[in-house]
Each structure stands twice: as C-alpha cells, then as structure tokens.
C-alpha cells in the first residue's frame, strides 16, 4: 500500500522568508510518480510539478524549488522569498505505475500562510 | 483560466432532491474523475473514467451515478443525499496512463455542494 505523510499541518511565515514543506512518502513499488498540487482558497488544484522515480535530479522553477531524495523516501518543496499569494494548501501526491493518475495518493496537506 | 469547467460552482440541495454536476474539458484527454473533498482533507477519489467507460468506482454510495456522455463531458448525477455529502466535489482530467508514463491531473474549481 502507498501512503503519503506531510507532517506539516499548517505553516506560517512573513513574506520573503524562506519556506520548505516536507513530503515522505512509502511504496513498494520501484517504478512511481510524485506530484505537488497548490489549492488555493478558490478551490481548483494546480499542478505544480511531476517526479518519477528514476528522475532523482533536483529541479527549479522560478522561486520554487523540489528537493527528491529516494535514500530517505522523500520529495520536499521549497519556495523562496514567499509572497502573500503563495497562501494556499499544498499537497504532495504518490501514483505507482500500474494505476492511471487518478489513483494517486494524497498527502494531507500543508496549509501555507505567508503574512506581509 | 482553468480548462477544466465545472457547473455549478454552488449548489443547495434537500435530500430529496435530484441535481447533477457538469464538468467540460477540451484538452483531449481521455481520462476524467470525479473527488469529493472535504474541508481541510485532501481529495478522495470516486470516480474514474478511462476512454468513456467507467474504470474506478471507489465503492462510492449509489445515490452518486456518473456519466461521461463523450469524451470531453462528464457528470454526476445525485439523488437521495444525506447531509455528510455536503463538500467540495472536483473534476479532473488526464491522459490515461501510457507506456508506463503516468500524467498529472488537471482540476476544475469544484462545485460546492450543501445538502440540507
């Protein structure tokens, strides 16, 4: 069974500051995906990002950054300098190769406040 | 602008009411699915819809019938509800998964649905 641990319920910090929100993940499979979704108070979920798992480079984007490690089973997200409409839940998702996306497994979600 | 359009954005319902939600999308993917999220809960899934046909059904009640008329339409069809079916139900869409490759999920905005 998969499952997708985001210890950070809710996060808040003030604007520029630095953020990272962690993911760890279980599977068992060797072959999956990883995802990072931004919900914002408007509802829709956007992506952000997709990792498989044999992609263990590190990627950035602007101001955000992911962090992949397999040896710790984790794919953290990190935004820099934060502004106000990084406001929103984000969530970390895990989809192993022998479902379709839609059986992803969701992370609880961190809820980030960023104040001015 | 999201490319996924779901209608209504909200909805009131009594219990013996029948309502359905609409989704759209037209980016030709060929997978949709239907999630119910609850506040602050990541998104269950319920439903999933791979080249028109029903390919998941996450043992969801019966009172909530899906249809994907075509390839770019899918509904949810609702009779019967109780008041703990009040959430935020989201549509998503994809590319089914292919050649091990799995993609990520496009979401609507939700429709937000209140059962009284």
């Known amino acids: 069974a998969q499952k997708v641990t985001q210890a950070q319920t809710e996060i808040s910090v003030v604007e520029k500051e630095d953020v990272t929100l962690d993911c760890v993940y279980e599977t068992r499979d060797t072959t999956y995906y990883l995802f990072w979704y931004k919900q914002p108070p408007s509802g829709e979920l956007v992506f952000l990002i997709r990792?498989?798992?044999?992609?263990?480079q590190n990627e950035i984007s602007g101001r955000y950054s992911w962090n992949f490690q397999k040896s710790t089973s984790s794919f953290n997200f990190t935004i820099t300098a934060s502004q106000v409409v990084d406001s929103a839940v984000y969530f970390c998702?895990?989809?192993?190769?022998?479902?379709?996306?839609?059986?992803?497994?969701f992370g609880d979600g961190t809820t980030l406040t960023v104040k001015p | 602008d999201t490319e996924v359009t779901q209608t209504p954005k909200h909805l009131v319902m009594g219990m013996t009411n029948k309502k359905s939600l609409k989704c759209e999308q037209h980016m030709g993917h060929r997978a949709m699915y239907w999630y119910k999220q609850k506040a602050k809960k990541p998104p269950e899934l319920m439903f999933v819809y791979s080249y028109e046909k029903l390919s998941i059904n996450e043992s969801v009640p019966s009172r909530f019938s899906p249809e994907c008329p075509n390839s770019s339409l899918l509904n949810l069809h609702l009779h019967a509800l109780q008041p703990e079916d009040s959430a935020l139900y989201l549509c998503?869409?994809?590319?089914?998964?292919?050649?091990?490759?799995?993609?990520?999920?496009?979401f609507g905005e939700g429709s937000r649905l209140t059962v009284l």
């Open positions: 998702a895990l989809s192993e190769v022998d479902t379709n996306a839609g059986k992803s497994t």
């Open positions: 998503a869409s994809s590319q089914p998964r292919r050649g091990g490759v799995v993609g990520e999920l496009f």
């Open positions: 990792r498989n798992s044999f992609d263990e």
